[in-house]
């Protein structure tokens, strides 16, 4: 059974950071797609971050380049999601997402994945 399990989120004051981790059981994500999408009261599902399974390639979504780092550790079967300077406006619900599929990350929606997390609350403020 495909399931994934994100952690890491909580209250951080402005300019903080925090590290949200997305483990995997019932398959390898080494092999699989991963997005980091987040959603604020309100707001449309925002495309935050990915990162490919063929080449390892990285995408960011402008609003949090140079500020977020995706990373995998295969000995784990986990992918991060590093989160530093911090805004108020990161302030949103954290979801994982994996797909078997070779995606394209600079283009996938994320009607596009077939695996989700729970998602893990991250909240922005002083």
């Known amino acids: 059974q495909v399931q994934l399990v994100e952690s890491g989120g909580g209250l951080v004051q402005p300019g903080g950071s925090l590290r949200l981790s997305c483990a995997a059981s019932g398959f390898t994500l080494d092999y699989y797609t991963i997005g980091w999408f987040r959603q604020a009261p309100g707001k449309e599902r925002e495309h935050v971050s990915c990162?490919?399974?063929?080449?390892?390639?990285?995408y960011y979504a402008d609003s949090v380049k140079g500020r977020f780092t995706v990373s995998r550790d295969n000995t784990k079967n986990t992918v991060f999601l590093q989160m530093n300077s911090l805004k108020p406006e990161d302030t949103a619900v954290y979801y994982c997402a994996a797909d078997p599929r070779r995606l394209i990350c600079s283009v996938v929606h994320w009607a596009e994945f077939g695996s989700w997390g729970q998602g893990t609350q991250v909240t922005v403020s002083s």
């Open positions: 990162i490919s399974s063929s080449d390892g390639r990285t």
